[in-house]
C-alpha cells in the first residue's frame, strides 16, 4: 500500500544563512520504507546535505532517532506530516550535517580509563544520548547522558578508576546531577541506561540524591488518582493543559471528559531534574518555565499537574521561574486531585486548597 508523507524539510548553510529555513515536500511511501528512503526521495528532487546511511541521527516530530527506522512507526506515533531537523539545531553547519566537536571532545574526558578502538565505539553508539538530553537544550556545557554511560561501563570494568571517573561526571556546573531522562525523547528508547544512569547517581551521594527526588517527585504520592470519578461540574469553553512527567499519569481523558479542550504540550512528559536542586536551584526552574510558556503560548486557561510537589514547583515558585526564563507567566496551576474535587462539585477555595496557591485560581 502506498502511502503519503507531508515533509517540511531543515534548511541551512552556516556560509551563506543567517538563519535556518524549511523547504515542503510531498512524497510517497510504503509499509517497509525507512526513514532513509525517504531522505533520499527528498535528494532526488532537491540537493541537501546529510549522511546516507541508517545510522545517520537526525530529529523528526521532535523525536530524536536513526535513518533506519521505519516511517510508518513514526507516523502511527505522531503523524504524517513530518518535521525533519538534525539531531541538533545549535549545532547545523549544513542542513542535517552538525558539528559534533563537543560531543567527541567529552567522549576523550575519558581515554585515560579505555583504548581508542572503545573511544571510537563510544563515539558510534552514543550521539543519540548526547544531543537528545533537554538539559543540553538550557545548558550546552552538560558533560552529556554518553558520558555517564561511558562512565557506567569503566566503572563496571575497572572497579578501581570509580573515584576518579565519578570525579570526572560529577561537577556541580555541568554534571551528572544535571542528568533529565530520555525516556519520551528517544524514540524506542532503550530504559536499561536509564538504569544505569540513575545507579552512578546514587553511587555519586546516594542519601542525599534518593531523599530529593523521593520530595520534589512526591514519590508515595496518590494524588494522581482519577478513578470513580463523578462529574457534576464541566469546563466546556476553557483550553486546559496537562504535566504528566515521567510517570505516565495520563489526565487528558479527565480533561476531555470534563468538556473542556485539551491542550497536548510537547513538554508534558518532561523530566523535572530533581537532582539538580542539589547543586542548582535554577536548572529545574528553566524546565518547568519552558513547560508553563508552552501551555500559555497554547492558550491553555490553566494547567494540571500531578500533585503536590509540581505544586510547590509550578505554582509556589512561579514568580522565581518567571525571572528564570526572563517572561512574565501568571498561568494557575492545581493538581489532578483539586481538579478531580471541582470536577465532582466542590467550590470552596479553602476546602480545595486554592487559597494557598500563589497564582490566582480565578476560575471559581
Given at each position: 500500500?502506498?502511502?503519503?508523507?507531508?515533509?517540511?524539510?531543515?534548511?541551512?548553510?552556516?556560509?551563506?544563512?543567517?538563519?535556518?529555513?524549511?523547504?515542503?515536500?510531498?512524497?510517497?511511501y510504503?509499509?517497509?520504507?525507512?526513514?532513509?528512503?525517504?531522505?533520499?526521495?527528498?535528494?532526488?528532487?532537491?540537493?541537501?546535505?546529510?549522511?546516507?546511511?541508517?545510522?545517520?541521527?537526525?530529529?523528526?516530530?521532535?523525536?530524536?532517532?536513526?535513518?533506519?527506522?521505519?516511517?510508518?512507526?513514526?507516523?502511527?506515533?505522531?503523524?504524517?506530516?513530518?518535521?525533519?531537523?538534525?539531531?541538533?539545531?545549535?549545532?547545523?553547519?549544513?542542513?542535517?550535517?552538525?558539528?559534533?566537536?563537543?560531543?567527541?571532545?567529552?567522549?576523550?574526558?575519558?581515554?585515560k580509563?579505555v583504548?581508542?578502538?572503545?573511544?571510537?565505539?563510544?563515539?558510534?553508539?552514543?550521539?543519540?544520548?548526547?544531543?537528545?538530553?533537554?538539559?543540553?537544550?538550557?545548558?550546552?556545557?552538560?558533560i552529556?547522558?554518553?558520558?555517564?554511560?561511558?562512565?557506567?561501563?569503566?566503572?563496571?570494568?575497572?572497579?578501581?578508576?570509580?573515584?576518579?571517573?565519578?570525579?570526572?561526571?560529577?561537577?556541580?556546573?555541568?554534571?551528572?546531577?544535571?542528568?533529565?531522562?530520555?525516556?519520551?525523547?528517544v524514540?524506542?528508547?532503550?530504559?536499561s541506561?536509564?538504569?544505569?544512569?540513575?545507579?552512578?547517581?546514587?553511587?555519586?551521594?546516594?542519601?542525599?540524591?534518593?531523599?530529593?527526588a523521593?520530595?520534589?517527585?512526591?514519590?508515595?504520592?496518590?494524588?494522581?488518582?482519577?478513578?470513580?470519578?463523578?462529574?457534576?461540574?464541566?469546563?466546556?469553553?476553557?483550553?486546559?493543559?496537562?504535566?504528566?512527567?515521567?510517570?505516565?499519569?495520563d489526565i487528558?481523558?479527565?480533561?476531555?471528559?470534563?468538556q473542556?479542550?485539551?491542550?497536548?504540550?510537547?513538554?508534558?512528559?518532561?523530566?523535572?531534574?530533581?537532582?539538580?536542586?542539589?547543586?542548582?536551584?535554577?536548572?529545574?526552574?528553566?524546565?518547568?518555565?519552558?513547560?508553563?510558556?508552552?501551555a500559555?503560548?497554547?492558550?491553555?486557561?490553566?494547567?494540571?499537574v500531578?500533585?503536590?510537589?509540581?505544586?510547590?514547583?509550578?505554582d509556589?515558585?512561579?514568580?522565581?521561574?518567571?525571572?528564570?526564563?526572563?517572561?512574565?507567566?501568571?498561568?494557575?496551576?492545581?493538581?489532578?486531585?483539586?481538579?478531580?474535587?471541582?470536577?465532582?462539585?466542590?467550590?470552596?477555595?479553602?476546602?480545595?486548597?486554592?487559597?494557598?496557591?500563589?497564582?490566582?485560581?480565578?476560575f471559581?
Amino acid at each position: 500500500m502506498i502511502n503519503e508523507l507531508h515533509v517540511e524539510l531543515f534548511k541551512f548553510d552556516s556560509k551563506l544563512d543567517y538563519l535556518p529555513y524549511y523547504k515542503k515536500y510531498t512524497i510517497k511511501y510504503q509499509e517497509k520504507d525507512t526513514i532513509l528512503s525517504v531522505l533520499n526521495k527528498i535528494n532526488t528532487i532537491d540537493k541537501f546535505s546529510y549522511e546516507s546511511t541508517v545510522e545517520f541521527n537526525l530529529k523528526i516530530n521532535g523525536l530524536y532517532l536513526n535513518a533506519g527506522e521505519y516511517i510508518k512507526n513514526i507516523v502511527d506515533l505522531t503523524s504524517s506530516d513530518f518535521i525533519i531537523e538534525p539531531v541538533s539545531i545549535f549545532r547545523a553547519i549544513n542542513d542535517l550535517i552538525i558539528d559534533k566537536t563537543d560531543y567527541l571532545e567529552k567522549i576523550l574526558l575519558f581515554k585515560k580509563f579505555v583504548t581508542p578502538m572503545d573511544l571510537d565505539e563510544y563515539a558510534s553508539n552514543y550521539e543519540l544520548d548526547y544531543y537528545a538530553s533537554n538539559t543540553y537544550n538550557i545548558n550546552r556545557d552538560y558533560i552529556g547522558d554518553h558520558s555517564l554511560l561511558i562512565a557506567s561501563d569503566i566503572i563496571e570494568q575497572t572497579p578501581e578508576y570509580t573515584q576518579e571517573v565519578l570525579n570526572i561526571i560529577g561537577s556541580p556546573e555541568d554534571g551528572i546531577l544535571y542528568h533529565t531522562s530520555l525516556e519520551h525523547r528517544v524514540f524506542n528508547y532503550d530504559s536499561s541506561k536509564e538504569k544505569r544512569i540513575k545507579k552512578l547517581m546514587l553511587m555519586y551521594d546516594k542519601v542525599l540524591v534518593l531523599k530529593n527526588a523521593r520530595d520534589l517527585l512526591g514519590v508515595g504520592s496518590s494524588e494522581s488518582s482519577v478513578s470513580s470519578l463523578k462529574i457534576s461540574q464541566e469546563f466546556k469553553g476553557f483550553n486546559i493543559a496537562s504535566f504528566d512527567g515521567l510517570a505516565k499519569v495520563d489526565i487528558a481523558k479527565t480533561i476531555k471528559e470534563s468538556q473542556a479542550n485539551y491542550i497536548n504540550i510537547k513538554l508534558k512528559n518532561e523530566d523535572l531534574a530533581p537532582y539538580s536542586t542539589l547543586v542548582s536551584d535554577n536548572f529545574s526552574l528553566k524546565i518547568a518555565g519552558d513547560i508553563l510558556l508552552q501551555a500559555k503560548d497554547e492558550n491553555a486557561d490553566f494547567l494540571v499537574v500531578r500533585g503536590a510537589a509540581d505544586i510547590s514547583l509550578f505554582d509556589n515558585k512561579q514568580k522565581q521561574i518567571e525571572k528564570a526564563v526572563g517572561r512574565e507567566i501568571d498561568l494557575p496551576v492545581i493538581s489532578v486531585m483539586q481538579f478531580c474535587k471541582v470536577l465532582e462539585g466542590e467550590k470552596d477555595k479553602r476546602v480545595l486548597g486554592f487559597d494557598k496557591h500563589k497564582v490566582n485560581v480565578s476560575f471559581l
